[in-house]
């Protein structure tokens, strides 16, 4: 039989660490709403000096990429290796020279290996990420102020992939869920976090949302503290396996539409993912603005809202382009979760289990007595039947939990008297 026996101090000791490296802590990223691209948009520090930069987020990113074409200046830049440890991580799919650039640069290095970048906002993708370590500052304080010597992200030189980023932002700041390089994938390799983290987004373009990483608990005022992140509806987190470009996106069964308690007839076909080609199904998505509902759904969902409008609401002709049913406000009642109008449930795996959208989510005022239900109808035949947006997901929480494979809804805080800017900066989490 083999004892050790540890000096009293040194139990002590480690103990103490203990404490300190289980201590769950939660990390606050803010998150800005732009008010010209409707993008969703936080910042971190990073290189050496330090300087600010901006990322538009996208929830099915790969990697933290950043824009390396108008220049790059850190000294502590340092791209990955052919074969190195670094590019087997970071499953890295092939590896090469600078063959675009006549001088090497951050993002054109030679011996160096690739992952895939990405652009939701215009549904690019590029073979050629330079994955590369440097200095990165994420979080705010009083929560956790993390600054990881070596994180790692891409580097992207090619021009193209920086189209219709909002003014100001550099790159892209991505949550995919099985990337080992994506922000919470990563930040996970810090004992204090775990692979959980909640998005908040602000439906105000003057106050900030919050993505919280961390286990938790999630908390907002209102003004009493409460925690978020109890009291949520889970549904499976599905991952679509066909196509790697799709791996990172979140989807979820949405198994029908209800409106005003009613099943909106649908074509239920579309709505599960098509395993032959990954098209269909339901994707979750911060870039971009307003759920987008495959046509057929579209003119489903439209009459079943219309028919259950009071009768003292007239539909108005749409004044833009983008949304096809809008309807004179002036008889609406305003409440505290938006106006009053039919509710819209998402019906998740199982008939209980329902995530409803009021109408501060469904419905957007266009002009002083127009209101217009604002999902878009699109021609979605090779992409998600419904591709849940910005609009939808604001003053809501969702939290994903990826060791569990699970995502929570909360619905409107609202119904809690709060709001995603509420959201608790005076204490450690
Ligand atoms: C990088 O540094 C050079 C030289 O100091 C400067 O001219 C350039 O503007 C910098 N580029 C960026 C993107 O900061
Ligand atoms: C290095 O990696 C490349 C592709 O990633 C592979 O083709 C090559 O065989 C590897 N070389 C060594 C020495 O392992
Ligand atoms: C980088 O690789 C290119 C193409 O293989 C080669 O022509 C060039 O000399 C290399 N540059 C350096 C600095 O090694
Ligand atoms: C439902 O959609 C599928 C996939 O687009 C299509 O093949 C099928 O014909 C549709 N069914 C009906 C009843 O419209």
Redesign the pocket.
Known sequence: MVTFKLPLSMLLLSLLLNIFLCSAEVLFLPVTKDSSTLQYITEVGQRTPLIPIKLTVHLGGRSLWVDCD????SSTYKPAQCNSTQCSFAKSHACGDCIFRSQLQPGCNNNTCYIWGENPLINTYIDRAEIAEDVLAIGSTPGALVTWPRFMFTCLIDPDLMRNLANGVTGIAGFGHESPISIPNQLALDHRFTRKFAMCLSSSTTSRGVIFIGSGPYYVYNPKKVDISKDLVYTKLITNNRGFLLSEEYYIQVSSIRIAGKDVPLNKTLLSINKKNGVAGTRISTAIPFTILHTSIYDAVITAFIKALPKNVPLVEPHTKQFGACFSSKNIRSTNIGPDVPAIDFVLHKPSAYWRIYGANSVVQVSKDVMCLAFVGQDQTWEPTIVIGGHQLEENLLLFDLPREKIGFSSSLKLQRTSCSEYDNTILG
């Open positions: 108008k220049g790059y200046n």
